[in-house]
């Protein structure tokens, strides 16, 4: 039987002043996939609402793809997760949230 | 950056537009450690000219590559000014790195790669009020007076989901390449030759669109660092991490230190010569290095602590494992046609970096990307500026026209009950039909079949092709908006491979195996053929 990784997403866009929520994403897969895999998986393949940073620098110095693992804030580029298991997902950043897992970063001047 | 820099010197207000967090997106963070430029004695600026003159297949155009050498030591130092910092020796000066095609050792290795450049020239632009950096705003189209002349761009701020507009004088590209457009790169989601496309609507003339360069050595198994760069010029450089490439029956193959060009063929070959590894490629191998296991992981430390690092935590210990690597597209040398003073074909508008087109001719040698985007930065600043300052403030009714085209445009591609399809299925079709018919190996048959089937998807899925997009950070509506660029840039890139009926640095026709005697650019212009035009000349070099 194939195992699944279970992650529940917290889901706000702050424009429409509406509450956050979470929901739940199941990926079926036999090996480990990094954050950043799996919310390409669930973007491309099953939910096109959720907004997430796609880039990855490859080298795990630019910290665009950090988001909280169970309270945790990780670089999605390079944090695996397992299969069997549930985590729960939220923005890195909740201060600056734009949406979903989606945050601003300290910019020159703004 | 660095043209914002240059152009609020002179006195200008500079707007800085980018798509994703700046110095955390796009295509400089991801650079590697090298910048190109004399720093030896015995190297000379004639040397780097002609080097890069040969390295790049006698494409570049000289007037280009003669401020290249000419500025790049000059820029070099006002990096180091923003506090970027270059590897030194013990005694103070530069420790340089050798890599192929280099006469000398002429690499300056900066600390934290494009990254830590890019922290730099943060830093400076805090320092000038008259810079105001928008992070996260997606540039929909450029605004043209009724002569051509910018007047401004309309734009989706994707913080709060909105159309805005914006007024300018003057319009600098600075976007990046267009690696993107295939299945297989290892460059930023975000290149998607966005500027490339604008100004071929503004009227520019693009040049030399099919010359891809492939960095032979991006891991491509497992899955979870798929896409990563280890530099194969430190891995099978005796003196530095001495270990070698092997097929996929453990044989090696490759000798000496080649260019890209010619790693990225020797790889090919034994790939389609049913020579290749499991998931079709072949293995970079640290295992049987000629040294020490403190040596090399002391080297490893010095030259690709990154990566090393990083790998290593992913579970892949390169002094360990070998790794399955294979030709990735890496970095666009084609793009809009530039002068010496970053000035594009359109009055008004700029170019300069990688979305630039006629610098490294048909391959590009190590250290002169990061290089290019400091000397020619700088020159698209001051340009700019002498442009912006003899003219008025724009008039805001082509900026009327233009919001309402932009709003009708959003509105089309927003979300649809029923719609057929969503931009990522678009994109990866998009991608695929651009590896199998314009990858590693070309020629006529398929291009042509290629750009039978883009035109199909011009013309059948873009119009049926819709997104989620409301409130703050619609992705789908960004992803839509990039598609849309990336499907007629495809054609562009298409029709520029059928026309160069050669075989020249990266470019690989099947069916043309030679060069001509005589590098010349292919040249496309809006309602124009494809054309050929003479590679600019000016006899300087050892």
């Known amino acids: 039987m194939k195992k699944t990784i279970r992650v529940a997403i917290r889901r706000q866009d702050p424009t429409t002043g509406e509450a956050p929520c979470y929901k739940t994403y199941e990926i079926e897969t036999e090996r480990r996939m990094t954050v950043l895999e799996i919310l390409e998986e669930i973007y491309c ?39 069997g298991k549930s985590y729960l997902l939220e923005p890195a950043r909740p201060g600056s949230l734009i949406r979903d897992l989606v945050c601003a970063f300290d910019s020159p001047r703004e | 950056m660095r043209a914002a820099i240059e152009a609020a010197r002179e006195g200008c207000r500079v707007v800085v537009m980018n ?17 190109q430029s004399v720093c030896i004695p015995g190297d000379s600026e004639d040397l780097h000219f002609q080097d890069t003159v040969e390295g790049g297949r006698y494409l570049g155009d000289e007037n280009l590559i003669a401020v290249l050498v000419r500025e790049a030591g000059q820029r070099a130092k006002d990096l180091e000014s923003y506090g970027v910092h270059f590897k030194r020796k013990e005694d103070g000066t530069f420790d340089p790195m050798h890599h192929p095609g280099q006469t000398l050792p002429r690499t300056l290795f900066i600390q934290g790669g494009g990254f830590g450049m890019m922290a730099g020239l943060i830093r400076e632009v805090r320092k000038h009020p008259a810079i105001h950096p928008l992070s996260d705003v997606f540039t929909i189209s450029l605004i043209q007076d009724r002569e051509g002349v910018p007047c401004g761009a309309t734009f989706l701020d994707l913080k709060d989901g909105r159309l805005k507009t914006i007024q300018s004088q003057a319009v600098i590209l600075a976007t990046g390449g267009y690696e993107e457009l295939w299945s297989f790169n290892d460059a930023s989601v975000t290149a998607c030759g966005d500027g490339i496309f604008l100004a071929w609507e503004a009227g520019a003339e693009l040049i030399d669109l099919e010359m891809l360069q492939f960095y032979p050595t991006i891991v491509i198994h497992p899955p979870a660092i798929r896409g990563t760069l280890f530099q194969y010029e430190l891995i099978v450089d005796p003196e530095v991490l001495g270990g070698r490439l092997l097929n996929g029956k453990g044989d090696p193959f490759l000798e000496g230190i080649p260019l890209r060009d010619a790693v990225t063929k020797a790889i090919w070959k034994e790939i389609q010569a049913g020579r290749g590894t499991e998931h079709g490629g072949v293995f970079i191998d640290l295992t049987h290095s000629s040294k020490t296991r403190p040596d090399l992981t002391e080297a490893l430390e010095k030259w690709q602590p990154n990566q090393f690092h990083y790998l290593k935590d992913m579970g892949f210990d390169l002094r360990d494992v070998r790794i399955e690597v294979a030709p990735h597209g890496h970095f666009t040398m084609g793009g809009i046609a530039v002068d010496e003073w970053s000035r594009t074909t359109v009055p008004g508008f700029f170019a300069a970096g990688e979305v630039a087109g006629n610098l490294h001719g048909a391959n590009r040698i190590s250290g002169n990307a990061l290089a290019e985007t400091q000397v020619f930065g700088a020159k698209a600043g001051s340009s700019a500026a002498a442009f912006a300052k003899g003219r008025g403030i724009p008039g805001t009714k082509e900026l009327l026209l233009e919001m309402k085209r932009a709003e009708t445009l959003l509105d089309r591609l927003g979300r649809r009950p029923g719609r057929l399809f969503r931009p990522s299925q678009v994109r990866k079709r998009m991608q695929e039909i651009m590896w199998r018919r314009c990858g590693v190996e070309r020629e006529a048959e398929g291009l042509r079949r290629g750009m ?16 989620a997009g409301s409130g703050a950070y619609p992705q789908e509506l960004l992803d839509a908006l990039e598609v849309r660029m990336m499907v007629p840039l495809c054609r562009l890139v298409l029709q520029s491979a059928l026309f160069r009926e050669e ?19 292919v040249v496309l212009a809006r309602g124009k053929e494809p054309w050929a035009r003479e590679v600019k000349r000016v006899g300087r070099g050892r």
């Open chain 1, 45 to 83: 393949q099953w939910d096109s609402t959720l907004a997430h940073r796609r880039y990855r620098c490859g080298r795990r110095i630019c910290r665009s793809c950090e988001v909280r693992v169970e309270g945790q804030v990780v670089k999605g580029c390079a944090t695996l997760l397992s299969p």
């Open chain 2, 503 to 521: 075989s020249r640095g990266h470019h690989m026709r099947a069916d043309y195996p030679l060069s001509h005697s005589t590098a010349k650019h």
């Open chain 2, 19 to 35: 798509k994703g967090p700046i110095g955390r997106s796009g295509t400089t963070p991801m650079a590697m450690e090298s910048f």
């Open chain 2, 452 to 467: 039978a089937e883009m035109a199909i998807i011009e013309k059948e899925d873009l119009p049926a092709m819709s997104a």
